[in-house]
């Protein structure tokens, strides 16, 4: 599902702002959030969360589907996992989506290209990266945004790469992935230090 140039869909604003390809758990249990979950199962909907903070000065917001269902309670709360297909901006936040109780969003495509691949040098940094953490992910192939998600940005680096022209994703990532080897080295050899003595 993909988005037309401009659509209105169900919203559900959070002060998150997940990035293409990233699993987002989340729990439900406002009536609002309960009948659009319902929505989602029953029609296939997807919906947006709207980063609900000051910093979203581009009103974005990420393109969501419901991935699976993990629990029921009985009061209707579930916890939930949904994926970030796209990227979007809000032209107009709308109290209610059509007769719904949930809000929702007058949007347009954000200038994202979700499957944009890391260069070279980012992706070899990414690589030493999840060999220094001992992660071991089979994957083929990661999309540039896997690679941000793996770094567990807060949300003004998130709403950064977002934000910045396509030709300088890459270098802001690169910097981010060499602070963080750097952290690594910088903890191994504190370890080093005290074995030593």
């Known amino acids: 599902m993909g988005m037309s140039e401009n659509s209105i869909i169900p919203m559900f604003p959070l002060t998150l702002l997940p990035l293409p390809g990233e699993l987002v758990p989340l ?91 890391p260069g070279v040098e980012l992706y070899q940094l990414f690589l030493s990266f999840q060999e220094k953490r001992k992660i071991n992910r089979h994957f083929t192939a990661f999309t540039l945004y896997q690679v941000a998600a793996e770094l567990n940005p807060d949300v003004f680096d998130r709403y950064k790469l977002l934000s910045l022209p396509a030709s300088k994703k890459e270098t802001f990532l690169i910097s981010q992935m060499k602070y963080h080897l750097d952290i690594i080295a910088r903890e191994q050899g504190s370890k080093d230090v005290f074995h030593l003595n």
């Open 27 to 117: 729990h439900i249990f406002e009536p609002r959030y309960k009948q659009l979950l319902e929505d989602a199962e029953t029609s296939d909907i997807g919906f947006g969360i709207f980063l609900n903070h000051l910093c979203n000065e581009k009103k974005l917001g990420s393109l969501m589907k419901l991935e699976s269902v993990i629990k029921r309670f009985p009061e209707g709360e579930a916890d939930i996992v949904v994926r970030c297909i796209d990227v979007f901006s809000v032209d107009k936040l709308l109290r209610n989506y059509k007769n719904k109780l949930y809000p929702g969003g007058e949007i347009k495509p954000a200038d994202i290209d979700p499957k944009a691949m």
